[in-house]
């Protein structure tokens, strides 16, 4: 047999190979080449398709409709070419080639690397050139690799490594935007396709020459606001979403009447979405950790980017956002997962040690200021990212004083600092929470605010149906539409906390925000030391951000806070216990620090929470035998509604009552935060907030301090009932030793009690105003029922009013309790600033008006339908606790300890040692003058009847009851005296000069205020001012400090009054 020629052998092996043939009369399988044919023939050579015309022989196929249409398009006919190229090639390297003549194999390999290459070229050009040939030549690539990417490595290495240096990035641009596209159609979690595109970008990142030409795409970070989420290389990436947004549709039908299933089948639906949102941006880690891991090129490129796409998005923290105008929560949603993913190695410390790693001081100066996340161009005032920073609101300065201090400070940063990664991740990913989960958290919060208003007006519609005997159709219609919206509403509502409450999730945020606040305590103290303006020009939103978050989770999702990557073991610093309560010291401590109250009174809202304790279980009503079973226990209705506290706040409280030694801490951090920010100044500073929370530059601050100070009372009140608790003395302290210092101190506890006597005043007195305005609603709304035919329309607007009024009453009703408590529970603890001469005759009024109120004539209007249910009110322990102030202040702190009546202070042993027994009877006579001197309140009649209704009703002890008749004895000997006087003073004309312009009584220390040039009685502007620092004569601002006194008016008056006791 003769021996096969390399011609004969590559005619045979390259027409099986690309399905064509030279030869007309060959098998009518394989296509003819006709062109390259007539090749041949005109070059003399034999009839045979050799590597001389292979070239020419795979562009005339390529150049065929009808031979691609059978091979389904060009880059399958190249790759099927190449597999089988590459089958033959390992054939021959392997045994089955060992038979052959090693020239001959030789040859043949060499014809085959020949071919091979060919066909590299022609794939190469094809991804070059989407328009080559059949087309879509990306798009088919795509689909060629996307089943079988691992098996086509080695086809997809040859290509790169052909075109490394001419030709692959456009190659790879190619790649990257079709497959963009085909993610942009993909666009949720709930797509399997969306998942095979992550894990072919995965593919294409893990080969460092792709990963390579993907940072350097002209088009990497195109695009700002909305658009980045299209134009640029990872914004559809990061666009596929679990929320019900428009684009994703399927998300949106598969949580269809969920909002009104049952909790099991809520929870199933819950975690099918978590569990698929948490792999994919699992695999969205993967593929940004091994880009950002390729090169500092790709790495700076990743951050200018995400810098970029977040700050062309600020408006999404705006209360009215254009959803078509920015970025979707989902995009957000899985930027925020990958950087906290990429912060872990040093957010995630237990010691908190890499916080000296962040430079946050230098970083927005080198990183923005200086114009690199802007592509390096600081002259450029239009940059986003620097834009975005400048216009953040800042702790403590005005922009024009950022204006003015900028080049200063910037000065005294070294410019050349080496800013690593991670400093770019942290800021980067408090501002991606920023506008991210946290924009999607205060989104949740207004659709359930939706849904409230619209359910309400849904139960309004159907009452006026319910009630009106003949149906309206229309009125049917209309709540047939309503309720479909509404259910519509909870549905896409149970999809947003899907996501949004996964306590995993939330756990992941929370750990960042340890390391975040861990940052900020780190500022506040160079802030206290040296360099108090870096604080001050800081953006307030990491401070506000960490609040927000905290606040959320324990308000909805406590099981979170439980997480013990939150907790780390001794020495590890713990978010709760260590960081939070050392950062509302910290700010509280020196207010002047921080500007915005919102962000003061957020402080307060998270420690409400974190040591809630639902109003209906309280079980310490002062001075009250019903208090200490439960305040509301009478009735089945009031035990049904106990809360089951989280166990996180019982952890809470008793980390706040802990009392460590802070030499045996080894952890360096830990010890200065402790050192820096005892627990024992929470008391001083929660009680100075509730001074300064009063005057507030918001249009709702009258409003604000109520809550803020209902939210302090509770803090305070669960402090003080835990065992043994330091917070007793130390709110002790607070009064008593302020009383032995400076006039300043003096005046914080003044304004203090001045405070709680007008809050007590003002919230009783619109508590039974409110009561009284529902009862009367409810009578209308009875008579408009029973009306025939009814007026739809006025009975609606009597609901809303009626609705609007019950809200307003149960706000009132609930701070009014709470400050009563608060007023009865500290005159008990410590009575002196109560019986202050400033204050003294205001307080004796108030506690005499409010009785009235509570026992007198108008006690008829507190008769109100439902009252405990709907409102939670409780009149006999607002009277217990009233007279119990009378108590406190009518009777020395010892007489009332060992009366036998209920105590309530453990330490009273140690409160009764340092009191000076001479001035607290001096003090006690001075309140029951003041008690007399308010004859206009002041009714024995009605102080009598109200104890009695307590012995009926044993709310007090018999001791407690009895002590408070010889009070009322006491007084009324002292309104005989006042009575005498008061006619032997008609008989005589008081001078005009002697009166006291406000009162209209003799004044005792005349003094000069300077604003108004008026004269006054220092004990009448002294108590003026402590609720209006302002010149009741012409409203000019003014300080007790500033008055002048006169003495020579003060002597003519003294002379005059002794000349009428002559």
Request: aromatic share 10%; glycine share 4%.
């Amino acid at each position: 047999m003769a021996k096969k020629t390399i011609q004969d052998w590559e005619n045979s092996a390259f027409s099986k190979i690309l399905s064509a043939t030279v030869s007309n009369s060959a098998d009518t399988n394989l296509f003819y080449l006709s062109s390259t044919a007539s090749e041949i023939k005109d070059s003399s050579s034999p009839l045979l398709l050799t590597s001389s015309f292979l070239e020419s022989a795979i562009l005339e196929c390529l150049d065929s409709d009808d031979f691609l249409s059978k091979h389904g398009n060009s880059l399958s006919f190249l790759l099927n070419s190449w597999k089988k190229t590459h089958e033959i090639y390992t054939n021959l390297k392997g045994p089955k080639g060992s038979a052959l003549d090693p020239e001959q194999r030789e040859h043949r390999l060499t014809s085959l690397c020949h071919l091979e290459g060919l066909l590299i070229v022609y794939c190469g050009l094809s991804l070059q050139d989407d328009t080559l040939f059949s087309g879509k030549n990306a798009s088919n690539f795509i689909s060629l690799i996307k089943p079988s990417h691992s098996e086509l490595l080695g086809w997809f290495t040859q290509i790169i490594k052909k075109f490394e240096d001419d030709g692959l990035e456009e190659i790879v641009e190619n790649i990257i935007s079709e497959l963009n596209s085909q993610i942009l159609e993909a666009n949720d979690v709930l797509n399997k396709e969306a998942f095979e595109l992550l894990k072919l970008f995965d593919f294409f990142v893990s080969i460092p020459a792709v990963s390579s030409c993907i940072s350097k795409i002209p088009w990497f970070m195109s695009g700002e606001g909305k658009e980045v989420e299209k134009k640029s290389v990872f914004g559809p990436l990061f666009s596929i979403s679990a929320f019900p947004e428009e684009k994703n549709i399927r998300v949106v039908e598969f949580f269809s009447k969920t909002g009104s299933s049952s909790e099991e089948n809520k929870k199933i639906t819950m975690n099918t979405i978590r569990s698929s949102v948490s792999l994919f941006q699992s695999g969205l880690f993967k593929v940004i950790n091994t880009f950002v891991r390729s090169s500092l090129f790709a790495r700076g490129e990743f951050v200018k980017w995400v810098a970029k796409a977040i700050c062309s998005n600020i408006k999404r923290t705006g209360l009215q956002v254009d959803p078509k105008a920015v970025a979707s929560d989902g995009f957000f949603d899985n930027l925020t997962f990958v950087l906290l993913g990429l912060c872990a190695p040093f957010s995630s410390d237990p010691l908190l040690s890499k916080i000296d790693k962040i430079e946050l001081v230098a970083w927005p100066y080198v990183r923005v200021l200086s114009g690199y996340l802007d592509n390096e161009q600081p002259e450029s005032s239009s940059g986003v990212v620097k834009t975005c920073w400048n216009d953040l609101t800042r702790l403590c300065a005005s922009s024009e004083e950022i204006k003015q201090n900028e080049a200063a400070m910037a000065s005294k940063i070294n410019m050349s600092t080496q800013i690593g990664f991670i400093p770019d991740c942290f800021f980067l990913t408090t501002l991606a929470i920023h506008v991210g989960p946290l924009a999607t958290i205060s989104k949740i919060g207004q659709l359930g605010k939706e849904i409230h208003q619209m359910q309400n007006q849904l139960d309004s519609i159907q009452s006026s149906i319910d009630n009106n005997q003949s149906s309206n159709p229309s009125s049917n219609i209309l709540l047939e539409r309503w309720h479909n919206h509404l259910e519509k509403l909870k549905d896409i509502r149970v999809a947003f906390e899907a996501q949004s409450m996964d306590p995993k999730r939330l756990a992941t945020l929370l750990s960042f925000s340890r390391f975040a606040i861990g940052a900020l305590l780190s500022l506040n103290q160079l802030a206290t030391s040296t360099e108090v303006w870096y604080w001050k020009s800081f953006p307030e939103y990491l401070l506000e951000d960490q609040l927000q978050l905290i606040l959320f989770v324990a308000r909805y999702a406590p099981d979170a806070l439980m997480s013990p990557d939150l907790s780390p073991p001794h020495p590890g610093v713990k978010l709760l216990d260590d960081l939070v309560s050392a950062l509302t010291i910290s700010i509280l401590s020196l207010p002047e620090l921080v500007r915005n109250p919102y962000i003061k009174s957020r402080l307060v809202d998270v420690l409400h929470s974190l040591t809630y304790t639902p109003p209906e279980n309280d079980d310490d009503c002062v001075d009250t035998l019903q208090g200490h079973q439960s305040a509301y226990s009478g009735d089945i209705y009031s035990q049904q509604k106990r809360f089951v506290v989280h166990p996180i706040v019982s952890q809470f409280i008793g980390s706040l009552n802990e009392i460590q030694a802070d030499n045996y801490i080894p952890n360096s951090f830990l010890k200065n935060i402790k050192t820096s920010f005892p627990l024992k100044d929470l008391v001083m500073v929660l009680l100075k907030l509730y001074i300064d929370i009063e005057h507030t530059s918001s249009n709702s601050a009258f409003y604000d301090k109520f809550s803020v100070r209902y939210n302090i009372a509770r803090i305070m009140r669960s402090l003080w009932n835990q065992p043994q608790s330091q917070y007793l003395r130390a709110t002790y302290a607070f009064f008593v030793s302020s009383k032995t210092n400076s006039a300043e101190k003096n005046e914080i506890v003044d304004q203090f009690v001045s405070r709680l006597v007008s809050d007590t005043t003002y919230l009783l007195d619109e508590s039974l105003s409110n009561l009284s305005k529902v009862k009367t609603l409810d009578s209308e709304i009875e008579k408009l029922n029973q009306e025939q035919p009814q007026n739809i329309n006025l009975l609606r607007e009597k609901h809303s009013e009626l609705q609007q009024t019950e809200r307003h009453a149960s706000v009132l009703v609930t701070l009014t309790h709470e400050t009563v408590h608060v007023l009865a529970f500290l005159t008990r603890l410590v009575p002196v600033p109560f019986r202050s001469e400033s204050i003294i005759l205001r307080f004796a009024a108030m506690l005499n008006y409010n009785l009235d109120l509570l026992a007198g004539p108008k006690c008829r209007d507190l008769k109100v339908k439902n009252m405990k249910e709907r409102f939670e009110f409780n009149p006999k322990i607002l009277l217990s606790e009233l007279l119990s102030v009378y108590l406190h202040l009518g009777y020395s702190k010892s007489k009332i300890a060992s009366s036998g009546g209920v105590k309530i202070q453990a330490d009273d042993d140690y409160f009764i040692k340092g009191i000076d027994k001479i001035q607290e009877s001096i003090d006690i006579e001075k309140f029951i003058d003041a008690l007399a001197e308010d004859q206009r309140s002041w009714n024995s009649k009605i102080f009598r009847s109200s104890l009695e209704l307590c012995m009926k009703l044993g709310l007090k002890p018999i001791q407690s009851v009895q002590l408070l008749f010889g009070l009322i004895d006491k007084v009324e000997k002292r309104v005989l005296k006042i009575n005498s006087q008061a006619s032997a003073e008609l008989t005589e004309d008081v001078p005009e000069e002697f009166l006291d312009p406000i009162m209209y009584t003799l004044m005792e220390n005349p003094v000069l205020l300077p604003t108004s040039q008026s004269i006054c009685d220092y004990k009448t502007i002294k108590g003026y001012l402590l609720t209006d620092p302002r010149d009741p004569f012409n409203r000019k601002p003014l300080e007790i400090k500033d008055v002048v006194f006169l003495p020579e008016l003060k002597a003519k008056i003294d002379a005059y009054k002794q000349s009428r006791k002559s």
